[in-house]
């Protein structure tokens, strides 16, 4: 499973242990999602998502995501 949890809460200036709060998780659980070492749940997923107020399919893959900078290039035509 792959995700985008660290860029999305980079993006928001937000620690660890702050998302953790958020979604009602211990903030070591947050880590080991970002590093892959665990796969979150479904509530989990979804809570997540419905924190950063993206679809789940936006925050959660089962292939990994496309680098940002790709996709930004490829919206423009740059590529």
């Known amino acids: 499973m792959y995700n985008r949890i660290a860029v999305l809460r980079a993006e928001r200036g937000l620690s660890r242990k702050a998302l953790a709060q958020a979604v009602n998780v211990n903030f070591q659980t947050i880590g080991y999602l970002e590093r892959g070492d665990y796969n979150a ?39």
């Open 41 to 79: 749940s479904l509530e989990l997923a979804l809570k997540l998502a419905r924190f950063f107020d993206l679809p789940v399919e936006m925050v959660f893959s089962l292939e990994p995501f496309e680098l940002l900078s790709r996709q930004a290039m490829n919206k423009e035509g740059l590529t």
